[in-house]
């Protein structure tokens, strides 16, 4: 036989084609376990998220509804201050009348009212009008006669820059920019609301996670260095809240924080507060900092805890043996050893302060809402779901930078929930 001759498996195959065999079915079966789980994540995370991308830019029931328009509009100056033509009028006669036969022209009066106030009217209106106009007659005083507002130019500007397939206005209105004439500009001053929401949203997250882990350190610290049958006592105590619906919890801080409330009473009777100079801790972002602070508590505590509970007590006592004062020890040697609960805890409690909206709508007011609440509003109630999919996919980008601005100067690898 020759040393080039191949060597034979037990089952007359090369034994080099055997192993490899063997190695595809191995991943074959692992790929099979793990396809109920991959299915799932595609459906309930994947898909949505793409799905959310995918309406903050389309925007083709402008072209689809007015195609003979969209296309006359191509050679129309915007920025000449001057009504269309008669030919753009006929061509939007004619479009209408389509619409109006299919009943799409109030789907796109709504889509329009988006980007201008009282465009979903003015449709409506001649969409009842538009069976009665005389083909034989100019089209363009008949539209007047029906709706003055046809000689609008900001009108005609409207339906020009959302007359594409795909748009970047919903994400220009989620940072108060808009199409204008002359390009981008910035929205009126009375409509820019969703950049201070932004930064509202990041600094009152930011101030629940340093609140709750100023609150849980201390909490989780006595846990885990207490008994184990005092510990898992006082640990019931903590995932109490867990036990409790949301709404009911935030319900009772309503009663708690308002001025005529629990809190304000104990403060008027023991005499550090007057009775006429009550404190204003609802509806406002106190109330939404403490109210969160409350809910959120426990997620920052088990992380802490599970952590500490791995510290060995030998190096605490190593080092005041070594001359340490208390401060010193915890500081040099318990702490540093702690960090990766702090971060977890942190992370933890940031991601979830930043989607809540349930509680902000509650007890925040004007002043302490979220983007999130904004984004649950145009979702279910005003249904503009293009801009609400813009503002979740850059509080998603938001997430993500600060994710990895965080691993850049902590460190993921630093993380542990235990």
């Known amino acids: 036989m020759s040393d080039s001759s191949p060597v034979i498996a037990a089952d007359g195959r090369p034994l080099k084609a055997s192993l490899n065999r063997a190695l ?22 994947i898909a949505p998220i793409a ?19 969209v296309v006359a509009l191509d050679d129309w100056d915007a920025g000449s201050g001057e009504t269309p033509d008669e ?13 109006v036969a299919a009943k799409r022209h109030t789907q796109l009066g709504t889509r329009l009212n988006y980007e201008l106030s ?10 009842r009008q538009v069976k009665k106009l005389d083909m034989d007659a100019p089209f363009r005083e008949q539209f007047l006669e029906i709706e003055e507002d046809w000689a609008d130019p900001e009108i005609w500007i409207t339906i020009k820059a959302n007359s594409s397939k795909y748009t970047a206005g919903y994400f220009l209105n989620a940072v108060d920019l808009q199409n204008g004439p002359d390009g981008i ?13 932004f930064g509202r949203t990041i600094f009152l997250s930011i101030s629940i996670t340093l609140s709750c882990f100023l609150l849980g350190y201390p909490i989780a610290f006595l846990l885990a260095n207490l008994k184990a049958r005092t510990s898992n006592i006082l640990m019931i105590l903590v995932l109490l809240p867990f036990w409790t619906s949301l709404l009911v919890r935030t319900s009772a801080w309503k009663v708690l924080l308002q001025q005529q409330g629990v809190i304000n009473d104990v403060l008027v009777w023991i005499g550090l507060v007057a009775d006429d100079n009550r404190l ?21 505590i ?15 006592r190593a080092a005041k043996s070594l001359g340490a004062t208390n401060w010193t020890t915890f500081w040099r040697v318990y702490f540093p050893q702690s960090v990766p609960g ?43 779901w293009g801009l609400g999919a813009a503002l979740g996919a850059i509080l998603l980008a938001l997430v993500l930078v600060l994710y990895g601005l965080y691993d850049k100067i902590v460190g993921i690898d630093n993380v542990k929930l235990g």
């Open 24 to 45: 595809r079915r191995q991943k074959i079966r692992a790929l099979l376990l793990i396809a109920p789980l991959l299915l799932f994540v595609l459906v309930t995370f």
């Open 51 to 69: 799905d959310m991308l995918f309406r903050s830019v389309e925007n083709d029931i402008v072209s689809n509804t007015l195609p003979r328009t």
């Open 87 to 99: 030919m753009i009028f006929a061509a939007l006669a004619a479009d209408l009348a389509e619409a």
């Open 118 to 127: 009282g465009m979903s009217s003015l449709f409506r209106k001649t969409g």
């Open 185 to 197: 500009e910035a929205r009126p001053e009375n409509q820019r609301i969703y950049v201070k929401l």
């Open 280 to 300: 204003e801790l609802i509806n406002n972002q106190t109330g939404t900092i403490i109210a969160m602070t409350h809910i959120l508590l426990p997620f920052m």
């Open 302 to 316: 088990l992380p802490l805890y599970s952590v500490m509970k791995t510290i060995p007590i030998t190096y605490v």
């Open 342 to 384: 702090i971060g977890a805890g942190s992370i933890l409690v940031f991601i979830l302060a930043i989607g809540y909206y349930i509680t902000p709508a509650l007890v925040g007011g004007t002043s302490g809402t979220f983007i999130s609440n904004r984004i649950a509003y145009h979702i279910s109630s005003s249904l503009n």
